[in-house]
């Protein structure tokens, strides 16, 4: 092979001397998906139907849909449904964290009873709870405390003590626990072993090397599933209605049972209230997510303030480009 064989090429010369500069780049033409835009505008088409008919139809009647939205009788109604939900959901988690607690234990018999108790809680459909609860005094008319199979040191009558409101939130935070024990056990687990033992080594007691070093950590995937539980939680307060607290829910079944040509317009009521608690929900979820994902990710998530600025910023400058 010879010399000039083996040299690389090189680039044409121009008609006089040395290359010359290197034309304009091309322009990369981007892939065409039609079957995207097909799919897209299928959608845009029967989003459209569906909302043209959601506020054409008279039968929605949505003047009386706005005379009930913030009745006093509606608000009511309301303010049970958040405490029942407020009550509940800090009393599940920490009976969750307790359970949770109980199954990682090297206890047998504490891992045995918290097992049995969230096997059973899952296993019995709330509404079963609620109204066992409710007619507990048929079954125990009087709760004493004092020594077992012996003497009582304090009595008080049941049915006094069980109002509307501390059977609705005993039996949610009862089945509540059940479900947040496993998510709290799942990101517990989910921590990785070295953290568990850095933390051994570093001769903390068990309760501090729990709270400071492994719950922080786990939180990030308790978070996500929690908020699931919660937002379940709002839409089950809707079943305490059946133990004769009037929630959100039982105000409007009240209502509707009383002016029954309103049956649509208050169930949209009860629709709309439900949905505003739970996308409440969906946003502090966000922010607690961005929180504690501060060590775990190097850039954090924006916020929908910091994409709707990105947005417009991107838009301005397409304006302003020729």
């Known amino acids: 092979m010879s010399l000039r064989e083996s040299l690389p090429l090189a680039a044409p010369a121009g008609p006089s001397g040395p290359p010359g500069p290197p034309g304009p780049p091309e322009r990369v033409l981007p892939l065409r998906r039609p079957g995207r835009w097909i799919g897209s505008a299928v959608v845009l088409v029967l989003v459209s139907q569906a909302a043209h008919g959601l506020f054409t139809n008279p039968f929605y009647q949505w003047d009386r849909f706005a005379y009930w939205f913030l009745r006093p009788a509606i608000l009511d109604g309301l303010w049970i449904t958040l405490q029942v939900t407020a009550y509940s959901a800090v009393l599940g988690l920490a009976g969750g964290v307790l359970l949770a607690l109980g199954r990682l234990s090297a206890n047998p018999v504490l891992r045995w009873v918290c097992w049995t108790y969230i096997w059973l809680l899952r296993s019995v459909p709330l509404i079963v709870v609620l109204l066992f609860l409710y007619n507990l005094s048929a079954l125990y008319p009087t709760l004493s405390i004092g020594v077992p199979f012996g003497p009582a040191f304090v009595s008080f009558d049941e049915s006094r003590l069980?109002?509307?409101?501390?059977?609705?939130?005993?039996?949610?935070?009862?089945?509540?626990?059940?479900?947040?024990?496993?998510?709290?056990?799942?990101?517990?687990?989910?921590?990785?072993?070295?953290?568990?033992?850095?933390?051994?080594?570093?001769?903390?007691?068990?309760?501090?090397?729990?709270?400071?070093?492994?719950?922080?950590?786990?939180?990030?995937?308790?978070?996500?599933?929690?908020?699931?539980?919660?937002?379940?939680?709002?839409?089950?307060?809707?079943?305490?209605?059946?133990?004769?607290?009037?929630?959100?829910?039982?105000?409007?079944?009240?209502?509707?049972?009383?002016?029954?040509?309103?049956?649509?317009?208050?169930?949209?009521?009860?629709?709309?209230?439900?949905?505003?608690?739970?996308?409440?929900?969906?946003?502090?979820q966000f922010y607690v997510e961005r929180y504690y994902a501060r060590g775990a990710l190097r850039t954090l998530p924006p916020t929908p303030f910091q994409r709707a600025r990105a947005g417009l910023r991107t838009l301005r400058g397409r304006l302003r480009a020729p």
Do not use: C
Request: aromatic share 8%; no cysteine.
């Open 162 to 284: 069980a109002t509307d409101m501390v059977v609705a939130v005993v039996g949610l935070s009862l089945a509540e626990a059940a479900y947040a024990a496993e998510v709290v056990r799942a990101g517990v687990l989910s921590v990785d072993q070295g953290q568990h033992e850095a933390a051994a080594a570093l001769g903390l007691p068990k309760r501090h090397q729990f709270a400071r070093i492994v719950f922080p950590q786990a939180l990030r995937a308790i978070v996500p599933a929690y908020v699931n539980l919660l937002i379940g939680l709002v839409k089950a307060t809707s079943l305490v209605f059946y133990v004769s607290l009037l929630d959100l829910f039982g105000s409007v079944q009240g209502l509707a049972s009383t002016y029954s040509g309103d049956v649509v317009p208050l169930l949209l009521v009860a629709t709309v209230w439900y949905v505003v608690l739970t996308s409440l929900v969906s946003v502090v």
